[in-house]
């Protein structure tokens, strides 16, 4: 019997130490782009990092670094090489030509932006989703085609002698253009679409499940909505917007689950889920979900804040929900252990006396998975829910 099975891919990853990240945060990054590369399919093999105030602007990192990988990559047969932030185009031409000796390209090379845009591609599963995704690789792709043509270079001369090689490519990018204003139409009918969907939802009292990847957005979903809706424990499982009605003792209202947000998001892919994030920009609350027992959670809490700014969300009403209390952990402190206190070091109780101890009943701790203060979360989710309401239709306050 042969073993049809595919064979896992093989990747390297390669990040940068400079002013702006320094070793600790690139190795948080790092191990986010491994996860990322494992929710993609590859298996990662090595890391590699360097300090350079800036990026080279010709191979992203320096001449020795790139040998080092260089021979790294042809010695263990590595499949991908991955950058954990965006590569000019003609970085990753160059990188590509130095990394294969031979004219003929076999080992990848792809950047932050490229691995993301490929996960959602394999995710996507509407028409939505999948049109969203291929505008976003499309817009990403034009200004990186290759010259695929060179072996029609040789027939190019001089003035009024234009080469085959350079109108393939000129071909080859209107091609591109042409499918990018396609792409274009059809989201701005869907959106039409979407739009007229969410008017016939009436005016009950609309509640966006927002946060970072992979925090238990859907796991709560399911939960509140007693739905199925798909939930695992990969980065982006979910891509397209789920709305459910629920109901809290005697309120109805409708919950969306909406995609994750990322560190880096690629601006093509904000631009392309417009019509996915008006859920967002148009929830009355949104429910905050933190990954308390990942260990750069506050910055996972930055991101997803920027990220609401950046679309126009950052005032709507916020309930800010620490999930997964049931994983989090802690290295207590020996009593003679004089090293600094840090954040491993601090319990939960240690961790609420902390900036979160402001936040008062806007803050939430839960297991979601384990149903941990639960009926504390839907209190606080029915009182939020119920003031609104109450503002919106004051002749309805006989139900409470």
């Known amino acids: 019997m042969y073993d049809t099975s595919k064979k896992k891919e093989t990747a390297i990853l390669v990040g940068l130490i400079n002013k702006s990240q320094d070793e600790e945060t690139v190795v ?22 360097q300090r350079l105030e800036h990026p080279d602007s010709r191979t992203f990192i320096g001449s020795g670094k790139l040998n080092e990988v260089r021979n790294f990559v042809l010695e263990n047969k590595i499949d991908i090489v991955i950058f ?12 590509e030509k ?9 080992i990848k090379v792809v950047d932050r932006t490229r691995l993301i845009l490929d996960i959602f591609a394999s995710r996507a599963r509407t028409a939505h989703a999948k049109t969203q995704v291929e505008l976003a690789q499309s817009i990403y792709l034009l200004p990186r085609l290759t010259k695929m043509w060179d072996h029609l270079d040789r027939i190019k001369g001089g003035i009024g002698m234009k080469g085959a090689g350079e109108s393939e ?20 009918t869907i959106d039409r679409q979407m739009e007229t969907q969410r008017k ?48 809290i003792e005697n ?37 905050h979900v933190v990954d308390i027992s990942h260990p750069g959670f506050e910055d996972q809490i ?13 005032d709507k009403p916020i309930i800010l929900v620490f999930n997964k209390i049931d994983a989090f952990t802690f290295e207590e402190k020996e009593a003679d252990d004089l090293t600094p206190i840090t954040k491993s070091n601090l319990s939960l109780n240690d ?50």
């Open 200 to 247: 016939s939802r009436g005016e009950m009292i609309r509640i966006a499940l927002v946060g970072y990847t992979n925090v238990g957005k859907s796991t709560i979903m399911n939960m509140l909505s007693k739905s199925d809706v798909f939930a695992e424990n990969k980065l982006f499982a979910t891509l397209d917007t789920t709305v459910r009605k629920v109901v």
């Open 169 to 188: 490519i000129e071909t080859d990018r209107r091609i591109v253009r042409d499918r990018i204003s396609l792409l274009k139409d059809r989201l701005k």
């Open 28 to 49: 948080e990054y790092l191990d986010e782009l491994a996860f990322l590369t494992e929710t993609a399919g590859a298996d990662v093999v090595k890391r590699f990092t």
């Open 98 to 106: 130095e990394i294969n000796l031979e004219k003929e390209i076999k």
């Open 84 to 95: 954990d932030d965006e590569l000019s185009p003609a970085q990753q031409r160059n990188l």
């Open 351 to 400: 961790l609420k006396k902390t900036w979160m101890n402001k936040l008062q009943s806007e803050c939430l701790f839960i297991s979601a998975t384990n149903k941990l203060n639960i009926d504390e979360f839907k209190k606080v989710v029915y009182e939020k829910a119920k003031e609104l309401h109450l503002k919106r239709y004051p002749y309805n306050n006989f139900l409470y």
């Open 302 to 314: 930055n991101v997803v804040n920027q990220t609401l700014s950046d679309i126009g969300a950052g």
């Open 251 to 287: 309120l109805p209202f409708l919950l969306s689950d909406t995609v994750g947000f990322i560190r880096k998001l690629p601006t093509t892919l904000v631009e392309s889920f417009k019509s996915t994030l008006d859920e967002v920009r148009e929830a009355d609350i949104l429910i």
